[in-house]
């Protein structure tokens, strides 16, 4: 079998693995940007992709660098106690660490040294992702209304998100930092309100911590 070749990077506002969302979808406001390879990065290679709201996204756990020594996870929505399959989950720690993300294409750039790119937003992807493949989510085909999908039938419901300190944040930044909060991205099986999680979201260092209420932000500042 020939080797994949990385077609494109997406650089994204997560700059830590921790804090990324766990699906697609589930923080509107998180965005992407695709940069192409020099072997790709030709206007005809994009033509007629501004007519599709979202597309598929073939990637790699890149900062996942090792290989499973088991074939059994424990996914967060089963409190991380419960063993799974890997392949009956979306675990990063998985054979070939392949990913396949769902995401909606915002604005196609044709001009400029690095066009085209693609900016797209609802991000589930750390910053520095090798891109493989892109595809247009096509809605009769890729929408299954009667389908059902085990534990993971319904998103996590959103907690509310608490500012207990002052920021400068910007607001379009901290529109993704309370979504991205909202998810519980801590471990599921961490029950300590004091325990304090810190992460890198769109160039700021936010720390917080998780109570049964929901998130409660202590620090934010800007780290560049």
């Not at 396949?100 to 910053?127: H, I, Q, W």
């Not at 891109?131 to 959103?158: C, L, Q, T, W």
């Not at 992460?199 to 800007?222: L, M, N, P, Q």
Request: glycine share 6%.
């Amino acid at each position: 079998m020939p080797d994949l070749n990385v077609i494109a990077t997406l650089r994204t506002c997560y700059t830590d693995k921790f804090g990324v969302p766990r699906q697609s979808g589930l923080v509107p406001a998180a965005w992407g940007v695709i940069e192409f390879e020099p072997a790709y990065r030709r206007v005809e290679a994009v033509r007629g992709i501004e007519e599709f709201s979202h597309l598929w996204l073939i990637t790699q756990f890149h900062l996942v660098s090792e290989e499973p020594t088991s074939l059994t996870v424990r996914p967060p929505k089963l409190g991380g106690n419960e063993k799974r399959g890997v392949f009956a989950t979306r675990s990063p720690f998985r054979p070939n660490r392949l990913t396949l993300s769902v995401v909606k294409l915002d604005r196609v750039e044709l001009e400029g040294d690095m066009a085209p790119r693609l900016f797209v937003s609802g991000v589930d992807l750390v910053d520095g992702t090798p891109v493989f493949d892109i595809k247009p989510y096509v809605r009769y085909a890729d929408s299954i209304p009667e389908a059902h999908s085990g534990f993971a039938d319904s998103p996590p419901p959103p907690v509310p998100v608490i500012w207990e300190c002052e920021s400068l944040v910007p607001d379009d930044v901290r529109v993704i930092i309370d979504q991205s909060l909202a998810q519980q991205p801590q471990p599921a099986y961490h029950d300590d309100s004091d325990r304090e999680y810190a992460t890198e979201i769109a160039g700021w260092r936010v720390k917080w911590t998780a109570t049964t209420d929901g998130a409660c932000v202590k620090s934010c500042e800007f780290v560049g």
